[in-house]
């Protein structure tokens, strides 16, 4: 009689849910270079495409460029996936492109 071996599971996908201040100020000059606008995109562009209220846009992304807090790992998440191509929903609204 032949034994069956159960297989290990899958290890789990490796996923960056940190960044460091200079990761999050390299993703926002990186961003705006990528959707075309020539510049860095400003704190308050930068936290309304991650979903954050206007009025609480600027102070979120900038707390995470000076080490004052770290970004969610949500927020992280969304980073890279931009980083790597995903658009937002209504990022051209939302940046006037």
Do not use: C
Not at 29 to 48: I, P
Not at 54 to 64: H, I, M, N, V
Request: overall charge positive.
């Amino acid at each position: 009689m032949v034994r069956m071996v159960k297989p290990p599971p899958p290890e789990p996908a490796h996923i960056q849910v940190t960044m460091t201040p200079e990761d999050v100020r390299a993703a926002r000059f990186a961003l705006g270079k990528l959707w075309g606008m020539g510049r860095a995109l400003k704190h308050t562009e930068f936290s309304r495409v991650l979903g954050y209220a206007p009025t609480r846009a600027q102070a979120a992304t900038s707390r995470w460029e000076h080490g004052k807090r770290s970004p969610p790992p949500a927020a992280v998440i969304a980073i890279n996936m931009m980083l790597e191509g995903a658009r937002p929903p209504g990022l051209e609204r939302e940046l006037d492109l």
